[in-house]
């Protein structure tokens, strides 16, 4: 069974920076899509970006893509989330996840991955 666990959470002043890690255990998760979303208190859990198993390529969303970067070290079996310039409104718990499915396409939906870890609180304070 694999199981993913989110660190690196915490209190930030807006404008700073985190760096969030998620360690897969169980399997090797070289060839997966492993990605990160987040929820907002009150609102939908919403897609971040994700590391593409099939190439190594990333993908993240508009609102963070000039701020937060994802990478992979896959000998660790670990994918991070290196978060700059945090605004309030960045405010959520952030879940990693793990699947197999778009090895051509960046997997955006929450039911195209299989494994979650529990979440880590990042909060941004104005």
């Known amino acids: 069974q694999v199981q993913l666990v989110e660190t690196g959470g915490g209190l930030v002043q807006a404008g700073g920076s985190l760096r969030l890690s998620c360690a897969a255990s169980?399997?090797?998760?070289?060839?997966?899509?492993m990605a990160w979303f987040r929820q907002a208190p009150g609102k939908e859990r919403e897609f971040v970006g994700v590391s593409r198993g099939s190439d190594d390529t990333t993908y993240a969303v508009d609102s963070v893509k000039a701020r937060f970067t994802i990478s992979r070290d896959s000998a660790k079996n670990t994918i991070f989330l290196q978060m700059n310039s945090l605004k309030p409104e960045d405010t959520a718990i952030y879940y990693c996840a793990a699947g197999q499915r778009g090895r051509y396409y960046y997997a955006r939906r929450e039911d195209e991955y299989d494994y979650w870890g529990q979440g880590t609180q990042v909060t941004v304070s104005s």
């Open positions: 169980g399997r090797t998760l070289r060839d997966y899509n």
